[in-house]
């Protein structure tokens, strides 16, 4: 009977440490479309399609000023296009970011990050831009600052990229938000 007791008392040990342990990361994909007991969310020829990885207009971005109190911005929020600028933008705050490809259809491929956007050399403009207090605060890429990801999934336009750095562009901007920022960003726009 102790013997059996041991075994039982072991055996839930060892289910609930392993049970514990979190889930390793196989990837780095951001969003997740819905779960669903169908594939209703994730076929494209669903009339609920919710576009690559539940991005459908929508995007999340994920950013941190290098100062001492490691200033983070983190929001998924509408991904739309206006004029060549591509924005993502937090509801109901004055924080944005934005690509500038130079084009309203940007060719798939990798885009480095330069001063200016051109579309032939493939580079692209990034910046960041929070505007919630009374003063304005901007963060703008350099050329060689990371690069951008643009591929086509089922029709949409997904942009990725991942620990671009922006430097601070706002010249209102308080002395300990005038750092360089790290910035990641992941979305897609639907088809018209």
């Known amino acids: 009977?102790?013997?059996?007791?041991?075994?039982?008392?072991?055996?839930?040990?060892?289910?609930?440490?392993?049970?514990?342990?979190?889930?390793?990361?196989?990837?780095?994909?951001?969003?997740?479309?819905?779960?669903?007991?169908?594939?209703?969310?994730?076929?494209?020829?669903?009339?609920?399609?919710?576009?690559?990885?539940?991005?459908?207009?929508?995007?999340e971005v994920r950013a941190m000023v290098d100062n001492a109190a490691k200033t983070a911005y983190t929001f998924k929020g509408g991904f739309q296009l206006t004029m060549h600028t591509f924005t993502a933008v937090e509801p109901s705050k004055n924080r944005l970011m934005t690509l500038d490809f130079g084009t309203d259809t940007p060719a798939v491929g990798t885009y480095q990050v330069g001063k200016k956007?051109?579309?032939?050399?493939?580079?692209?403009?990034?910046?960041?831009?929070?505007?919630?207090?009374?003063?304005?605060?901007?963060?703008?890429?350099?050329?060689?600052a990371g690069a951008v990801t643009v591929s086509k999934v089922n029709g949409f336009l997904y942009v990725k990229c991942r620990n671009v750095l922006l430097q601070p562009d706002g010249i209102?901007?308080?002395?300990?938000?005038?750092?360089?920022?790290?910035?990641?960003?992941?979305?897609?726009?639907?088809?018209?």
Not at 4 to 31: C, H, I, R, S
């Open 117 to 144: 956007a051109n579309p032939e050399q493939k580079q692209v403009e990034v910046s960041f831009s929070d505007i919630t207090k009374t003063e304005i605060r901007d963060w703008k890429g350099n050329d060689g």
């Open 1 to 59: 009977m102790k013997r059996t007791l041991f075994v039982a008392v072991y055996l839930l040990t060892v289910f609930t440490t392993f049970a514990q342990q979190p889930a390793p990361v196989k990837n780095d994909t951001w969003g997740k479309a819905s779960a669903a007991r169908d594939d209703r969310y994730t076929n494209p020829k669903s009339a609920v399609y919710a576009g690559p990885d539940g991005w459908y207009n929508f995007g």
């Open 172 to 192: 209102h901007q308080a002395d300990e938000l005038k750092k360089p920022m790290t910035i990641g960003f992941e979305g897609a726009i639907a088809p018209e």
